[in-house]
């Protein structure tokens, strides 16, 4: 029978080192070609909408379509229906462990400072995947709200044990960082590429819309190696791309895609003093073979309420 799975139950058997784990070896099989990525599409239906996307994990034997209010996880050597689960915490997790397997293979193995620019929900997960694969000693957060980055930094520097501090300006969140995640629902960028300093990794997280772009020109074209999670689904996506290929200072071929990098197909720092920038837009296999994981586990726990199917 089939197992429903609620936030909380993902939450408990889903800590961000295994996500990213998991989402390490996820990439190690789509370099083998046995995973199939659907694209995310967004619907209007009357006064509603959904958004929909998937994927099929085959050594996981899992496909999965996520809709905006659930996740269907099927068995891909039966057909069955395997479980049914609340999409909100297994995508919060996943997506900053996404952002840890680039991590892991763009920056410098002793990378210790951080320049967070952005405080809200999503930059938990990012932080926590960023301490899983890195010696971490100092994040240094910055968000136009001065309350918000203050609490945000107290409240991560108890959760994760390193120190959180809050800074007034991109710049100084920039300034000495050797990994600058943005997480960010803005339309125009949030920092100037120029202030980037030789060897950075960059992670675009917060933008999965055209409309919308977090890094500059600047730090594309200062990128020694710019990385997509799938390059179908940021070419819809992915605005700051989208538009500097529209103004001919990028071109899609010039892009790599994580399963590339973690394969060991293309290499994930060309040198030490290249800056490299990864562009998240959050992808359906992610959610699939994160989903197979949760419920295998939960089956071992004997956690999740049966269903009637």
Same mark, same amino acid.
Not at 91 to 113: N, Q
């Given at each position: 029978m089939a197992l429903f799975l609620t936030n909380d139950d993902v939450r408990r %058997?889903?800590?961000? @080192?295994?996500?990213?784990?998991?989402?390490?070896? %996820?990439?190690?099989? !789509?370099?083998?070609?046995?995973? !199939?990525?659907?694209? *995310?599409?967004?619907?209007?239906?009357?006064?509603?909408?959904? $958004?929909?996307? @998937?994927g099929t994990v %085959?050594?996981?034997?899992?496909?999965? &379509?996520?809709? #905006?209010?659930?996740?269907? %996880?099927?068995?891909?050597?039966t057909g069955r229906l395997d479980a049914v689960?609340? =999409?909100?915490?297994?995508?919060? +997790?996943?997506?900053?462990?996404?952002s840890g397997v680039a991590v892991k293979h763009m920056s410098a =193995?002793?990378? #210790?400072?951080? @320049?967070? +620019?952005?405080?809200?929900?999503?930059?938990? $997960?990012? +932080? !926590?995947?960023?301490?899983?694969v *890195?010696? &971490?000693? $100092? &994040?240094? &957060?910055?968000? *136009?709200d001065a309350g918000k980055r203050e609490s945000f930094a107290a409240e991560m520097a108890t959760r994760l044990g390193v120190s959180v501090v809050p800074v007034a300006t991109t710049e100084e969140c920039i300034r000495g960082s050797q990994i600058v995640i943005a997480i960010t629902s803005a339309r125009e960028p949030v920092f100037d590429g120029a202030l980037l300093e030789p060897g950075t990794c960059v992670v675009a997280a917060g933008s999965n819309s055209w409309m919308k772009r977090e890094v500059d020109d600047t730090t594309i074209q200062r990128s020694a190696l710019v990385v997509v999670d799938n390059l179908e689904q940021a070419q819809i996506e992915c605005g700051e791309l989208i538009w500097a290929v529209e103004r001919g200072t990028f071109r899609w071929r010039q892009a790599r895609e994580l399963h590339q990098v973690v394969s060991? !197909?293309?290499k994930g720092r060309p040198s030490a003093d290249a800056i490299t920038l990864f562009e998240s837009q959050g992808i359906g296999i992610e959610d699939a073979a994160a989903s197979a994981y949760v419920l295998q586990k939960a089956r071992a726990a004997g956690i999740g309420l049966e269903l009637p199917f």
């Amino acid at each position: 029978m089939a197992l429903f799975l609620t936030n909380d139950d993902v939450r408990r %058997l889903l800590p961000m @080192g295994e996500c990213v784990t998991v989402l390490e070896e %996820l990439f190690m099989q !789509e370099s083998r070609g046995s995973v !199939e990525n659907l694209p *995310r599409q967004r619907f209007r239906f009357g006064k509603a909408g959904a $958004t929909i996307m @998937g994927g099929t994990v %085959l050594e996981a034997q899992a496909h999965a &379509v996520r809709h #905006s209010t659930a996740t269907l %996880l099927y068995n891909t050597e039966t057909g069955r229906l395997d479980a049914v689960l609340e =999409p909100g915490t297994l995508a919060w +997790i996943r997506t900053g462990a996404a952002s840890g397997v680039a991590v892991k293979h763009m920056s410098a =193995p002793d990378a #210790s400072v951080v @320049g967070m +620019i952005g405080t809200g929900r999503q930059a938990i $997960t990012q +932080i !926590e995947a960023i301490c899983a694969v *890195r010696p &971490v000693k $100092t &994040v240094k &957060v910055f968000s *136009r709200d001065a309350g918000k980055r203050e609490s945000f930094a107290a409240e991560m520097a108890t959760r994760l044990g390193v120190s959180v501090v809050p800074v007034a300006t991109t710049e100084e969140c920039i300034r000495g960082s050797q990994i600058v995640i943005a997480i960010t629902s803005a339309r125009e960028p949030v920092f100037d590429g120029a202030l980037l300093e030789p060897g950075t990794c960059v992670v675009a997280a917060g933008s999965n819309s055209w409309m919308k772009r977090e890094v500059d020109d600047t730090t594309i074209q200062r990128s020694a190696l710019v990385v997509v999670d799938n390059l179908e689904q940021a070419q819809i996506e992915c605005g700051e791309l989208i538009w500097a290929v529209e103004r001919g200072t990028f071109r899609w071929r010039q892009a790599r895609e994580l399963h590339q990098v973690v394969s060991g !197909e293309v290499k994930g720092r060309p040198s030490a003093d290249a800056i490299t920038l990864f562009e998240s837009q959050g992808i359906g296999i992610e959610d699939a073979a994160a989903s197979a994981y949760v419920l295998q586990k939960a089956r071992a726990a004997g956690i999740g309420l049966e269903l009637p199917f």
